[in-house]
């Protein structure tokens, strides 16, 4: 109202002493003034402390919101960098919470090497499974650093920790057939992340060698027999295969430039215990089990499809021999000082199975038979067979694959029962009779002589007799 006033035209003949009306106006206009400059001060004052707030939001957040930092911490990394053998290895094991990563990992340590695992647990499957995983690392000494390879300053504080010799880089978008649902997240983990750990590398004081993970999927449509290195990967079939092709480039560059040795490796279908249960033979299992249908692609011409299936365990060889062959990478603080090893091997098995051959043998083990649902392979980035040359890998890494897929899916659906029991995946309810039922019979088997005295005594000898040899 009085601001109102105070800037409305004044009627004339309305005031009649014209000075005390200009002392009210001035004192109004004063009174007025300063409010507004309180008002003023106080919004300034309002926006400085939402600003420092921000601040303090945005710094705090690299204190809270990440798991990584902190004294406590660092004394972690260091004691689990250790090494424990001769002219032993300090090994950043990216993607160690994953099914290669936790195997390679569990390897190396054994062997006396310092090993340091980093994972981001995404949920692109059960993160429960990486948990378990990092648990059975835990055990064995081995800290799990949880971040993400896109993380610089993270990157930054490990090698300022840790002069790592060498960096075992498995942390990756996986998956053929989910590119097709989430493009971003395989450019995200194997480009933007591959460049981002390659960055960190090349400035460490002392560049570590590098062996990572490629895929057999960059033979895309190639149709020559068996795949070999020199073959030609430029038609890859999925993005997943394009973004693995991508880093096979990417590192060379950084090779070229930088001076770093690197060697890739192209997996080979990958499976065993622990393994990951987006893939076929995991699923089709918990399927399986469950008496849900199974679905079987099939290519054109009512043809299988076929994988050169390979065990975990020589996957994990494969792996180490490559570690032990890596020679050093040459430059330092960002400045390559000679030519650097590039390498790029097959790690397979060199005896491809089809599908439903697979399929076979988990019926076999499981002692159930699938429902069978077959299909047309859908155009979802899929190569209708797989074949590994493997004498490159053979030579230089003494590469000798000894698991077919009948042994090492018997070791997998061992492992999957004793991991998930019969019940995976079914009700609580039916999992607690499940349990019951599991420990009526072990109760049962301990207490058997008192089973069959009371069976004897209440059905008579042959009874009791029957009871006692645990039903
Ligand atoms: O070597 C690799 O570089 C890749 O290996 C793996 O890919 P793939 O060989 O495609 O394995 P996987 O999904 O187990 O399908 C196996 C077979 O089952 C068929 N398949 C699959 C699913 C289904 O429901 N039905 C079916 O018939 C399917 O058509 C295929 O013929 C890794 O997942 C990948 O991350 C990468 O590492």
Not at 234 to 241: C, E, I, K, T
Not at 300 to 321: E, S
Not at 361 to 371: D, R
Not at 422 to 430: A, D, M, P, Q, T
Request: charged content about 20%; hydrophobic content about 40%.
């Amino acid at each position: 109202m009085a601001e109102q006033e105070l800037f409305l035209p004044s009627t004339p003949g309305k005031f009649k002493d014209k000075s005390h009306s200009m002392h009210r106006q001035f004192h109004r206009c004063f009174a007025s003034t300063s409010t507004m400059f309180l008002w003023a001060l106080f919004l300034v004052a309002l926006t400085a402390a939402y600003l420092s707030f921000q601040s303090f939001v945005d710094s705090g957040s690299k204190y809270f919101s990440s798991a990584w930092g902190g004294i406590h911490w660092e004394r972690q990394v260091r004691s689990s960098a250790q090494i424990h053998r001769q002219n032993g290895f300090s090994v950043l094991v990216t993607g160690a919470a994953g099914f290669v990563g936790s195997h390679v990992s569990l390897a190396l340590k054994k062997r006396g090497d310092g090993v340091v695992g980093l994972d981001n647990f995404n949920d692109y499957y059960d993160p429960s499974l990486k948990k378990a995983r990092k648990s059975l690392l835990n055990s064995q000494n081995i800290f799990i650093v949880e971040g993400d390879v896109n993380d610089a300053r993270l990157l930054a504080k490990l090698f300022e920790i840790v002069p790592f010799t060498h960096v075992m880089h498995l942390a990756a978008q996986a998956g053929v057939r989910y590119a097709m649902e989430n493009p971003h997240s395989y450019v995200h983990s194997n480009i933007a992340g591959l460049v981002t750990l390659l960055e960190a590398c090349k400035t460490a004081d002392r560049q570590p060698a590098i062996v990572w993970a490629s895929s057999s999927s960059v033979y895309g449509l190639n149709e020559k027999v068996p795949f070999s290195e020199s073959d030609r990967t430029d038609q890859p079939a999925s993005l997943y295969a394009a973004t693995k092709k991508a880093g096979e480039e990417i590192t060379h560059t950084y090779n070229h430039i930088y001076g770093l040795s690197i060697t890739g490796l192209r997996f080979f279908t990958v499976y065993g215990p622990y393994g990951r249960p987006d893939m076929a033979y995991f699923s089709f299992t918990r399927n399986i089990l469950q008496g849900k249908p199974i679905t079987i692609y099939r290519g054109k011409n009512r043809v299988d499809l076929a994988r050169d299936f390979t065990y975990i365990d020589d996957i994990v060889k494969g792996c180490v021999a490559s570690l032990d062959t890596a020679k050093k990478s040459t430059g330092s603080g960002g400045k390559k000082r000679a030519p650097a090893q590039y390498r790029i091997f097959n790690l397979g098995n060199t005896s491809p199975v089809t599908v439903p051959m697979m399929v076979g043998i988990l019926e076999k083990h499981l002692k159930v038979k699938a429902k069978k649902h077959v299909l047309e392979m859908p155009g979802n980035g899929d190569v209708p067979f797989t074949h590994a040359n493997i004498s490159s890998a053979r030579r230089e890494l003494g590469y000798k694959p000894s698991t077919d897929l009948q042994t090492g899916l018997k070791k997998f659906v061992k492992w999957y029962l004793s991991y998930y029991g019969y019940n995976h995946g079914k009700s609580l309810e039916r999992t607690l009779k499940f349990l019951v039922a599991q420990k009526c019979r072990l109760v049962a088997f301990e207490k058997k002589e008192e089973v069959g005295t009371a069976a004897t005594s209440l059905c008579g000898p042959h009874m009791g007799r029957l009871a006692a040899r645990g039903f």
